[in-house]
């Protein structure tokens, strides 16, 4: 099965994809004014912008204020969670590996009515529940779950890391990942299969309906508000799926934090773009650096 754009890219937005979305769309009455979160982190001859994205997005939001603009032309690389989301020459082989079980169907890991319901949903992305029986559960509720945003008006091609790539595109400046599509299939992969047919089976729960979250994230992260983000999306996950949010997050946080540490020893000026999520709350990717004793100054 060819793998659809939306799930190539939405690879990258994994830890969103395994929260809980909820039903009903949110939209702000009022829309703000977008001033989205931006750090930097510094020494005597290296500059390391941070800058939290959201890899779904409503079309149309101006969100490059002059100090993201400033602070990405200054720059000589970008650095994303992956450097080409796109590359399915990189990602179909490791789907094939690692989000493929023909010994263990979903037919038979799904009640009768579950699997219906998976066949209906299937249906909406042009494939069958008989198509898509020889996938892992992760994978699968991966594929429906990249299908959600758009009820709720959001598009992956107009995504903030998606943009910032193009940006950087236009340039010729360097873009870099911080993880490889390997890494991000690994960790998905490596979620227990009762974990994962109950991700899948909430998928099923939630299909067809607006994900609130995703609105309520997107309109925080609009505000710059920090806080909201970690108390929308990263508080409940931590409560209600420890396990998720460690291995999403804060293995993934730790991980990054020690490549920015490490990019200090390097002269020069990069800007840093990764999910919002990593960016908030107490195990984020700045209070890490803090504990190593990097200032980390918040810019707007």
């Known amino acids: ?117 998976l066949d209906a949903a299937a249906r909406t992305l042009g494939a069958s529940a008989r198509q898509m029986d020889p996938l892992r559960p992760w994978l699968a509720g991966v594929m429906l779950s990249s299908a959600l945003p758009a009820r709720g008006g959001f598009e992956a091609r107009a995504g903030v890391d998606v943009q910032l790539r193009a940006d950087a595109a236009r340039t010729a400046k360097p873009i870099r990942g911080l993880e490889t599509p390997a890494d991000q299939v690994r960790m998905l992969s490596g979620f227990s299969e009762e974990g994962q047919v109950a991700f899948l089976r909430n998928t099923l729960d939630t299909f067809g309906e607006a994900p609130v979250e995703l609105g309520q994230l997107a309109d925080a992260w609009t505000r710059g508000d920090v806080e909201g983000i970690n108390e929308i999306t990263l508080a409940p996950m931590k409560a209600r799926t420890p396990i998720v949010y460690e291995t999403t997050i804060v293995a993934r946080n730790r991980r990054w934090a020690e490549q920015v540490a490490g990019m200090l020893n390097a002269p020069g000026t990069t800007f840093i773009a990764v999910g919002a999520l990593h960016l908030a709350g107490d195990d984020s990717v700045q209070r890490l650096l803090n504990e190593a004793g990097i200032s980390v100054v918040r810019l707007q």
Not at 40 to 53: E, N
Not at 66 to 85: R, T, Y
Not at 99 to 106: A, K, V
Request: zero cysteines; charged letters at 20%.
């Open 1 to 117: 099965m060819t793998l659809p754009a939306t799930l190539r890219r939405s690879l990258s937005a994994a830890a969103l994809a395994f929260i809980v979305l909820i039903s009903a769309p949110a939209h702000a009455e009022t829309a703000p004014t977008p001033k989205p979160a931006l750090w930097v982190v510094q020494d005597a001859d290296t500059t390391l912008y941070l800058f939290g994205t959201i890899h779904f997005m409503r079309p149309g939001i101006d969100w490059r204020t002059a100090g993201v603009a400033e602070a990405l032309e200054a720059s000589d690389a970008l650095i994303l969670e992956v450097a080409d989301p796109d590359d399915q020459a990189a990602v179909a082989p490791l789907i094939q590996q690692y989000g493929t079980s023909p010994d263990r169907p979903l037919s038979s890991l799904l009640s009768p009515e579950d699997f219906v319901r």
